[in-house]
């Protein structure tokens, strides 16, 4: 039974200017053999981009992606015809399938855009390009989980094509609420603000944990945090 730490200062880093992002797992040209993902899970970037700057038009291929916006409103074009606006609390899963090519912008000229963008292998090769959208409100993610993708796309969640569930919760301090897994499951908690501790073990913002062999994921939280949990097959 383990949980294994992923501090935050450990993470790779770049400034790019326009750009300032950090990695949990190996991305780009930051390469760690000892994070390469954790089961189908393989990037979890922290993006923060200036006003008005962004993602040029590029490709991806079999992957499923996953856009969290922790503050501000990023603009979507992409191949399919898709145009779209994410804002603060909204969720847009892209399945890149056969072939997908998008760009990603800052939607305001004066203000910077924070974001999660998460990538989790399919469950196959090959499948038909797709994308969803949806805004999950705060009441729904006040002091429980709320699921934000799923493999079926049950209970509202976003469908994804890979045998994973993903939670989003927003905790008051003081506030405690716990996960069950099923027999052979993993699990990956990322904190995206605040302090909190997952099965005794601390974390702060930006700090993530790797759950293996455990039948249960024990979150309490010390201050006001907001934390995504990877429910992985």
Known sequence: MTVVLRPSDARGHADHGWLDTRHSFSFADYYDPQ????????????????????????????????????????????????????????????????????????????????????????????????????????????NQLCLIAATDGRDGALRLHQDADVYASLLDAGHELSLSLRPGRGAWVQVVDGSLTVNGQPLAAGDGAAIEAMPVVEVAAKAPSQLLIFDLG
Not at 40 to 64: Q, S, W, Y
Request: hydrophobic residues 35%; charged residues 25%.
């Open 35 to 142: 994070h390469m993902g954790f089961r189908a899970l393989r990037v979890i970037n922290e993006d923060v981009i200036k006003p008005a700057k962004g993602f040029g038009t590029h490709g991806h291929r079999d992957m499923e992606i996953l856009t969290y916006i922790i503050d501000g409103a990023l603009e979507h074009r992409d191949s399919t015809g898709e145009h779209s606006v994410i804002r603060q609390g909204e969720v847009q899963r892209m399945s890149a399938g056969t072939g997908i090519r998008h760009s990603e912008f800052n939607a305001s000229a004066s203000a910077p855009v924070k974001l999660l963008q998460i990538w989790l292998l399919p469950e196959r090769d090959g499948i038909a390009p797709g994308y969803e959208q949806k805004l999950f409100a705060v009441e729904e993610k006040h």
